[in-house]
C-alpha cells in the first residue's frame, strides 16, 4: 500500500506563506489522485485541493483559489501545497491522501479517501 508522509506545517503571521510536502512511497502513478484535506479544532474534515489523475487536472476550494497551488514533482515522488496570503482561518492539521478510484462526484469527500498521512499542524496567528 502506498504511504503517505506530509511535511513542511509551522507558525507563520496573517499573510505569510508555508509550503506543505507529501512524499508518496513508490511514486505517483498516472491514475492516482491525491487531495489536500485540512481540520480545524472541533470541525470536520474539509477538501482543500486536489491534483486528479497524476495531474491532468487540479481543483481547489473556494476558501483557497487563488490563494494556494498544489503541484507535483515526479523525480522527488511528492505532491506540494503551496499556500499563500494564509488566513487565521487556514489554521489546521492538513492531511493528503491518495486514491486511484475515486471518481469526481466524490473527490471533494474524505469518506471517499481510505489512505492518508499523519497530518502536519499549520498555525497561523493574526
Known amino acids: 500500500q502506498v504511504q503517505l508522509l506530509e511535511s513542511g506545517g509551522g507558525s507563520v503571521q496573517a499573510g505569510g506563506s508555508l509550503r506543505l510536502s507529501c512524499a508518496v512511497s513508490?511514486?505517483?502513478?498516472?491514475?492516482?489522485?491525491v487531495t489536500w484535506f485540512r481540520q480545524a479544532l472541533g470541525k470536520e474534515r474539509e477538501f482543500v485541493a486536489a491534483?486528479?489523475?497524476?495531474?491532468?487536472?487540479?481543483y481547489y476550494s473556494d476558501a483557497v483559489q487563488g490563494r494556494f497551488s498544489i503541484s507535483r514533482d515526479s523525480a522527488k515522488n511528492s505532491v506540494y501545497l503551496q499556500m499563500s496570503s494564509l488566513k487565521p482561518e487556514d489554521a489546521a492539521v492538513y492531511y493528503c491522501?491518495?486514491?486511484?478510484?475515486?471518481?469526481?462526484?466524490?473527490?471533494?469527500?474524505?469518506?471517499?479517501?481510505?489512505?492518508w498521512g499523519q497530518g502536519t499542524q499549520v498555525t497561523v496567528s493574526s
Open positions: 491522501a491518495d486514491s486511484s478510484s475515486v471518481i469526481s462526484s466524490t473527490m471533494t469527500r474524505a469518506d471517499a479517501y481510505a489512505n
Open positions: 491534483m486528479w489523475r497524476g495531474g491532468s487536472r487540479y
Open positions: 513508490g511514486g505517483i502513478r498516472g491514475g492516482m489522485t
